[in-house]
């Protein structure tokens, strides 16, 4: 035993909470070793996602069933961060008297010193200022053995597009972007650590910098061409980004940045326009169809990826056709569908959410049976072609059967009886094609 305690984190929602759960795990590293065992646990953080009804809901019900931990280990540390957190401040600990921290997603840089707190004084601390200048600090992730091949670089927090059913601006706050030495920093050790890809992050990654003073700014396409300059790096991906924002700059570097994966995940919500507007998209869909062909104009074999709500207050039968029509129209590589959740204080809360549990239902089954059917006739497309991956790893069910990933980020699973490394680049030729993987034969 090195004397350390145990670290028990549980992270919900997107892949800005991901990253943050990292930078938790590394700033308590001091005093804190990782476990995978809850009930091992000296302490206990709950990354928590508020983005649907649901998301809440699990967060807690984890947090709720701590409560018996807690009675039976009273030195357990429970904190509770993320955009939960940072909307239910002390509301969280009248609710849940056994939790110790409450810290939201711009205070996780104070965990060891809250930690200490929460130890010292046993009672619950609430952390979830919002500063307007802060800055989030320079931070090098630490580069163990067996590191992982690819990583998420958080690039901006927060978000000002107020889309009236969310929720994030309130969680995140507004927009906050690293400074680009920082970022490119940490690249180039992730790098140099043998880290083969990145996924840059931010809320709106296309208005990267736009809060830093005008004659020193970095727009995002001109940090995008620099972190594809730094060495060892192979692959680079980025999300997410408002429509409305994407800038010919940017569908430019898909022309010319050999290692920017041709993969872009670009949010519709929804086909019609009258929604979009409620919505406060400040698109239209002949912008948002423009963009679209611009985009495969720029690069052909560009995989496009969306996000859709249904039963948004008052959509009504049209509504969703005119989302059924732009689905046939673009046909997505993949989408996700969500049903309209009311998260308040989001300004769509204020519209009567008029379509039933039932129509919502519905409309979510139709319109995921149409694009699964879309979806697999997009990965029919790549039968016979030769594609290369990245391996991300064996197949833990059968040895030999391994799996990698396209730079359109299909799943590609193939058979190999030579021993690979994750992040390493072999070809294949795809022999099959199903809903979520390829399947491929190895190609030297
Ligand atoms: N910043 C990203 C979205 C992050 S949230 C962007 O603008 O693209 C991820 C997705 O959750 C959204 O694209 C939206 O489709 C969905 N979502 C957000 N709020 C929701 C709500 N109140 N009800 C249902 N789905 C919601
Ligand atoms: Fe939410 Fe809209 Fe901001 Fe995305 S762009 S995080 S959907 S407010
Ligand atoms: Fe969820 Fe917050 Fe991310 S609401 S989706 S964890 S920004």
């Known amino acids: 035993m090195n004397g350390k305690k145990l670290l028990y984190i549980e992270t919900f929602g997107c892949q800005m909470n991901d990253r943050d759960s990292e930078i938790m795990r590394q700033l308590l590293a001091k005093a804190y070793e990782p476990t995978d065992v809850i009930g091992a646990a000296d302490a206990i953080i709950v990354n928590t996602c508020s983005i649907r009804d649901k998301a809440e809901q699990k967060a807690y ?3 709720g069933a701590l409560r018996k931990r807690k009675r039976d280990k009273p030195d357990l540390i429970i904190a509770a961060t993320g955009c939960v957190a940072q909307q239910e401040g002390a509301r969280m600990l009248s609710r849940m008297p056994h939790v110790d921290l409450v810290v939201g997603p ?3 840089y104070q965990l060891p010193e809250l930690f200490d707190k929460a130890r010292q004084f046993r009672q619950g601390i609430v952390a979830t200022e919002m500063a307007r200048s802060f800055h989030i600090p320079p931070f090098l992730p630490s580069l163990q053995q067996g590191n992982p091949h690819k990583r998420f670089v958080t690039i901006m927090q927060g978000c000002n597009n107020f889309c009236t059913y969310c929720i994030v601006p309130y969680t995140r706050g507004r927009e906050i972007s690293r400074k680009p030495e920082d970022i490119l920093a940490e690249i180039t050790h992730l790098a140099a650590g043998g880290v083969k890809e990145v996924t840059l992050l931010g809320q709106n990654v296309n208005s990267y910098g736009n809060d830093h003073p005008v004659g020193s700014r970095t727009s995002f396409a001109s940090l995008l061409r620099r972190v594809t300059e730094i060495k060892g790096l192979e692959r680079v991906r980025f999300t ?13 570097c898909f022309t010319d940045l050999a290692k920017l994966c041709p993969h872009f995940h670009l949010p519709v919500q929804s086909g019609s ?7 406060n998209r400040k698109y239209t ?5 423009d963009r679209v062909a611009k985009l495969r104009g720029c690069c052909p074999e560009i995989a496009l990826t969306t996000d859709i709500i249904v039963g948004f207050p008052d959509e009504t039968e049209q509504d969703f056709q005119a989302t059924m029509a732009l689905i046939e129209k673009v046909r997505y590589h993949s989408a996700f569908s969500f049903k309209y959740s009311n998260r308040p204080p989001a300004k769509s809360c204020q519209f009567a959410d008029s379509v039933g549990r039932e129509e919502k239902e519905r ?18 497309e790549y039968l016979g072609r030769r594609l290369e991956l990245m391996v991300e790893g064996e197949s833990r069910a059968a040895e030999g059967q391994w799996s990698g990933r396209s730079v359109t980020n299909h799943i590609v699973n193939f058979e190999s009886q030579v021993a690979l490394v994750p992040g390493q680049l072999v ?7 199903c809903l979520h993987s390829l399947r491929g034969e190895l190609s030297m």
Do not use: F
């Not at 997410?240 to 430019?252: G, I, R, V």
């Not at 326009?273 to 919505?279: F, K, S, T």
């Open 240 to 252: 997410t980004s408002n429509p409305k924002d994407l800038s010919e700059e940017l569908m430019q």
């Open 61 to 63: 019900s984890l947090l």
């Open 106 to 108: 711009q205070n996780i």
């Open 285 to 289: 869909i002949e912008h948002y169809l």
């Open 427 to 433: 070809q294949a030729v795809i022999r099959e094609a």
């Open 363 to 380: 409309r979510l089954a139709v319109l995921q049976a149409l694009q699964q059917q879309i979806t697999l006739e997009r990965n029919r």
């Open 273 to 279: 326009n009258a929604i979009l507007q409620r919505m």
